[in-house]
């Protein structure tokens, strides 16, 4: 009987896997979709272990809301891979790339990337060196341009002011 309860939640995952909403054609929308299917049928898979009865059913309905809640938060933070790529390109744009010169980076699992150019470094009112900069992000076959002054700080890292 167990098993075919589980069969009966995976492919209810399975057809709720094809209705997520991937906003905008992206992949982000998929994993937290994907996080949240699969950490639900998880939750719901641990849950059926306890209780009796009524009991039992409540427990499932516990653990798939629990799984799904935790696999929802897993899937958006494989997204600030992005971000971890695009500021180690920053940094090294900012403190070692000569005027002009494009840092590039790229996610190899989603696919997005993009590229830094810093300008000339000068030393603002306040002491701190600072580079104004070109950022293109690539994310899902859209180029996004901004613009915008990075300063170092006293610990030697880099902070975007503008």
Do not use: H
């Amino acid at each position: 009987m167990r098993g075919k309860k589980f069969s009966a939640m995976v492919m209810a995952a399975v057809i709720l896997v094809g209705c997520t909403n991937t906003r905008g054609g992206g992949n982000s929308g998929m994993k937290e979709g994907v996080g949240t299917i699969l950490g639900g049928v998880g939750g719901a898979v641990v849950g059926s272990q306890f209780g009796k009865g009524n009991g039992q059913l409540a427990m499932v309905a516990t653990g798939t809301l629990l799984g799904a809640f935790l696999g929802n938060q897993i899937g958006q933070s494989l997204d600030k891979a992005d971000a971890m790529y695009a500021n180690r390109a920053a940094n090294q744009a900012f403190e070692t790339a000569p005027s002009g010169t494009s840092t590039a980076w790229r996610n190899p699992d989603s696919g997005n990337s993009g590229t830094i150019v810093p300008k000339p470094a000068y030393q603002a009112a306040g002491g701190e060196y600072c580079r104004e900069f070109t950022q293109t992000v690539n994310v899902g076959g859209r180029a996004q341009e901004a613009f915008g002054t990075a300063c170092r700080q006293p610990d030697g890292s880099w902070r975007i002011v503008q």
